[in-house]
């Protein structure tokens, strides 16, 4: 129970930290080779480039299950003032829209790997199927659906339904 509970909890930045933390590490490795030993690594670059994406995806995830993702704010807020209600119904809405774009994403990024399967790329540096490097689409989107209805469960659940304002 204490690791189903720490991977609801930290999952998400655990795998962001590495991967930002690998990134920093690197870089400063091809800074330092690149100025003061005047030679270059190529594929440092690159798996700087992968790193910063699939640290970018995660981060959705990341702000989906603390409730930091982007609103339409100023609406939610002047509609609270006067209709409470119809800013609760909004956000649900809001939330659902969302979990169905990231299945739809979900969905067509799968297609996209099944092509990429067939039709195998190597990236230029690492010599490696590009399909990698995409990989993290379906990931992110199928953990960032989870979140969402993971909150809405809970916000259901604890009878807390609301969405996180400028106020907030």
């Not at 800074?31 to 992968?50: A, D, H, N, Q, T």
């Not at 100023?74 to 209709?83: A, G, N, S, V, Y």
């Amino acid at each position: 129970m204490k690791v189903l509970r720490w991977l609801d909890e930290w999952a998400e930045e655990f795998c962001v930290s590495i991967m930002l933390s690998l990134l920093i590490l690197l870089l400063g490795t091809e800074v330092f080779s690149r100025f003061l030993l005047s030679k270059s690594f190529s594929w440092i670059e690159e798996l700087c480039r992968y790193l910063f994406v699939w640290a970018s995806y995660l981060g959705v995830a990341i702000a989906v299950k603390r409730k930091e993702q982007l609103r339409v704010l100023m609406l939610m807020d002047t509609l609270e003032k006067h209709f409470p209600r119809l800013v609760k119904v909004c956000y649900v809405v809001s939330e659902l829209s969302f979990a169905v774009f990231c299945v739809l994403v979900f969905y067509y990024s799968i297609n996209m790997l099944e092509n990429m399967t067939r039709f195998k790329q190597v990236s230029a540096s690492l010599e490696i199927n590009v399909m990698y490097a995409y990989l993290i689409i379906p990931i992110s989107m199928a953990v960032t659906t989870f979140r969402v209805l993971q909150g809405l469960y809970r916000d259901f659940r604890n009878h807390t339904l609301h969405f996180q304002g400028r106020g907030d």
